[in-house]
């Protein structure tokens, strides 16, 4: 009986810790979920639940990514790839890393965390979206300081926004704060440690910068590993989607594995940027082993400092004021030393990353040293110092920054041509905007269209059409509601709005499209690139004391970096574009000016205020930075257009359109409508 109880006791134990441990592996939320469920709280204006939930979805997260990259180092490390030579070996590897994986994952998160989260989600945590939320929630909570450090934290990823920058200046004289309190929440150990590092080195504290320097080094390497193990993930490669690609075994291997090689090598870039920045730190990596090698020297620790300055040599080979360095130091000690293991391996790994991706790429025709661009803009000049020190940044430029931009359109500037349209008024051109290729016109609609469209719009956009579903993608203090030409033809075709208004969409979009083709004296065919019907329009009792932008200064085909006074042409940005236009419907709203500004993203150079008819054109490049000023009452419609000169990139859906308009011209009524025609409003781009 003793036995029987004994073995009852044992199994119920058993169940209670599995259930226990089970519940415990559960806790963890999808981040995606508690995410939303804060947002949600924000909005229901209960923010002790916008706290709960944001903090955890942060810490799910965080969660997630750092057990993501311990399983899949240590199923790396459990089945290499080293002894897999033959295709039944390789493929195995490749099965039993994957459950190796599964099972790790679901055992440290559960599996109702290993659901896929959207695309957009996962962008609002890169841009530290959810500390905006959380500020805002600390500060009506009066939790001023956890208030400032999320402030901080959002501000150091988003240092173009104006709302945060004026809040931590009103968070710094408040009482109940202090410097303490801004702190990043969300710094890199590597980079936090490196900056540290130079501010002591800039105070002669050579043995505090030593330790610091170490200290960023190990982090870096370490976190260069981690990201490398987050590359071992799903990897988006554009041309499967071609419809001549060939879906063969081998090749969607060799696809996947390149598209990883590409995500590690990357991780040089990643690792070099700041939170919110472009552009990666110049010549990050080596400038820890140049600092290093002349700290050391200061201290007289000499063979230190040659480990240093031989390892600074393995990126810029044969660099004149190093090399000059190393004679220094082994005149000094009377013998060599070998650069640093750590670094001979890194660069290593490198070139053998370099080489597999040059596999097959015979057109590409690069000068390349250990993988990258390590340019060196030199040391210090002081001729009363052996060896030289450093004491600001030097050059390094990854080879994905080699496609720099040109800010100038790809043919020669040139404006002032016909209008084509007796009632278009010239208003201002490029001198009497302040800039060079920027048109501002009027009349280019009637009061009679701009009413028609505006009425369309009320019925055919919808929100978060245009902004990949988000109602305000930009501001949460407006909703966002757009259309496409092929959808108002697609709503016209079911009756939901008359035919004639989606046919005034269409043939307006054409009429500005020729306007800016013609003024700006192109000498080819401007093509369309993106045609939007789109609404803005303030949320009531959001609107006090707002300082945002309706839409952020931006550069419509490549990425504004104000800070370094650049504008990279690189994706995500629409690179292709190269003309775009606004056209306006109303201007019977407060605020919603446009303005275009110089590159810093602050000056603001000319602004605009809608009105029905008015159309402002512009070149599409960092020439012309522009924004839109906070809608604070009413509605602001406008037809947007984007343009490209090269035929390759035309607006899929503008094809479409242009389909079923020349096929209802060939009709006899525009009452009967081919039902045969391919119309899919879906298919948006």
Not at 115 to 132: G, M, T
Not at 201 to 213: N, Q, T, V
Not at 274 to 299: C, I, K, T, V, W
Not at 633 to 639: E, I, M, S, T
Request: glycine share 6%; proline share 4%; hydrophobic share 35%.
């Amino acid at each position: 009986m003793d036995v029987v109880n004994f073995s009852i006791g044992c199994i119920f134990s058993i169940v209670l810790q599995a259930l226990l441990l089970s519940s415990s592996y559960g806790l963890l939320e999808p981040y995606d979920l508690l995410y939303n469920n804060a947002v949600e709280a924000f909005y229901s204006s209960d923010y002790k639940d916008v706290v709960r939930y944001m903090e955890g979805a942060l810490s799910s997260y965080a969660e997630v990514r750092q057990t993501k990259v311990r399983c899949r180092l240590r199923c790396q490390d459990q089945h290499p790839f080293d002894s897999a030579s033959m295709d039944l070996q390789f493929f195995d590897v490749v099965l039993r890393r994957s459950n190796c994986q599964n099972e790790c994952i679901e055992e440290k998160v559960g599996t109702q965390s290993m659901h896929k989260v959207s695309e957009d989600v996962i962008q609002d945590f890169h841009r530290r979206i959810p500390y905006n939320y959380l500020q805002l929630a600390y500060q009506k909570l009066k939790q001023l300081d956890k208030a400032a450090a999320a402030a901080h934290t959002y501000f150091q990823a988003n240092p173009e926004s104006v709302e945060m920058d004026q809040n931590l200046e009103q968070y710094k004289v408040l009482e109940g704060t202090n410097l303490d309190h801004f702190v990043d929440r969300e710094a890199r150990p590597h980079q936090r440690s490196f900056s540290a590092g130079v501010k002591l080195y800039d105070s002669a504290d050579y043995e505090g910068a030593i330790s610091l320097f170490e200290e960023a080094l190990q982090e870096y390497y370490r976190a260069d590993v981690e990201c490398r193990a987050l590359c071992q993930g799903p990897q988006r490669f554009e041309e499967q989607d071609h419809v001549l690609y060939r879906y063969s075994l081998y090749e969607l291997v060799s696809d996947h594995f390149t598209q990883v090689l590409h995500c590690e090598h990357e991780c040089v870039r990643d690792l070099s940027t700041r939170p919110g920045r472009l552009s990666p730190m110049e010549n990050y990596l080596p400038l820890h082993y140049d600092y290093l090698q002349f700290a050391y020297f200061q201290l007289n620790m000499v063979e230190e400092a040659l480990a240093c300055a031989q390892s600074y040599l393995l990126f810029h080979e044969g660099e004149e004021f190093m090399t000059e360095n190393v004679e220094y130091y082994r005149d000094a000690i009377g013998h060599d030393v070998k650069p640093r293991v750590k670094a001979e391996w890194y660069l290593r790994r490198h070139k053998q990353e370099l080489e597999l991706l040059m596999v097959g790429s015979e057109n590409m025709h690069v000068e390349l040293t250990e993988g990258h661009y390590w340019t060196s803009t030199g040391g210090r000049e002081d001729s009363n110092r052996i060896p030289s020190g450093t004491d600001g940044w030097m050059e390094y430029v990854p080879i994905s920054e080699k496609k720099n931009f040109t800010l100038a359109p790809p043919q020669e500037l040139r404006e002032g041509g016909p209008l084509l349209y007796d009632s278009v008024q010239l208003v201002r051109n490029s001198q009497a905007l302040n800039g060079t290729q920027r048109v501002l016109l009027d009349d280019v609609m009637s009061v009679d269209e701009c009413a028609e469209l505006k009425n369309l719009a009320h019925t055919v956009t919808m929100a978060g059409d245009g902004y990949r579903g988000k109602m305000s993608p930009h501001t949460p203090n407006e909703k966002f509601e757009g259309a496409t030409v092929l959808k108002a033809l697609q709503y016209g075709y079911e009756g939901r709005v008359p035919l004639r208004s989606a046919r005034l969409f269409y043939d307006v979009s054409e009429r500005a499209r020729r306007i800016i083709e013609s003024y700006f004296l192109l000498n080819s065919t401007l093509h369309f690139s993106y045609t939007h019907l789109v609404c803005r329009t303030a949320i009531t009792g959001q609107q006090d004391h707002r300082n945002d932008l309706s839409h952020p200064i931006h550069a419509d085909n490549c990425l504004l970096d104000p800070e370094a006074n650049e504008c990279w042409k690189e994706p995500p940005a629409y690179t292709y574009r190269d003309y775009s236009a606004l056209l306006y419907l109303n201007g019977d709203f407060e605020g919603g000016e446009f303005i275009f500004t110089e590159m810093d993203a602050k000056t603001v150079t000319a602004q605009v205020k809608p009105q029905c008819g008015r159309m402002v054109g512009f070149s599409s490049g960092g020439e012309n930075p522009h924004g839109v000023r906070a809608v604070t009452r009413g509605q602001r419609c406008a037809v947007a257009l984007w343009f490209t000169l090269d035929p390759l990139f035309k607006e899929l859906e503008r094809l479409q359109a242009d389909e079923v308009v020349q096929a209802l011209d060939n009709q006899s009524s525009q009452s009967k409508w081919d039902t045969s025609l391919n119309i899919n409003p879906k298919d948006e781009l």
